[in-house]
């Protein structure tokens, strides 16, 4: 499976990211390997979205990071 992941980061802003291994991915931005969100931890995992189709899910992650993705995250998900 291939996962399109939302972090809430200590700033309050939301990171989205893809993987095909979500526990370690997530330990990974906790443990500030991840350069994109290691100052702005603590992190929290706000939702996650599973797909078989690897396309499909970086497809979901690229449309997610839009003006419309975003505008959607705040509007439907994430309060």
């Known amino acids: 499976m291939y996962y ?15 993987t095909n291994d979500l526990r370690d991915r997530v330990m990974r931005h906790q443990s500030g390997w991840v350069p994109a969100t290691k100052d702005r931890l603590p ?3 706000e939702s996650y979205f599973a ?11 690229k449309y997610l990071k839009s003006g419309s993705g975003r505008a ?6 994430i309060s």
Do not use: H, M, N, P
Request: aromatic share 20%; glycine share 6%; charged share 35%.
């Open 51 to 61: 797909f078989k189709d690897k396309y499909k899910a970086f497809s979901f992650e």
């Open 43 to 45: 992190i929290e995992l």
């Open 72 to 77: 959607f995250l705040k509007k439907r998900l």
């Open 4 to 18: 399109v992941y939302i972090l809430r980061c200590v700033d309050g802003k939301l990171y989205t990211g893809c």
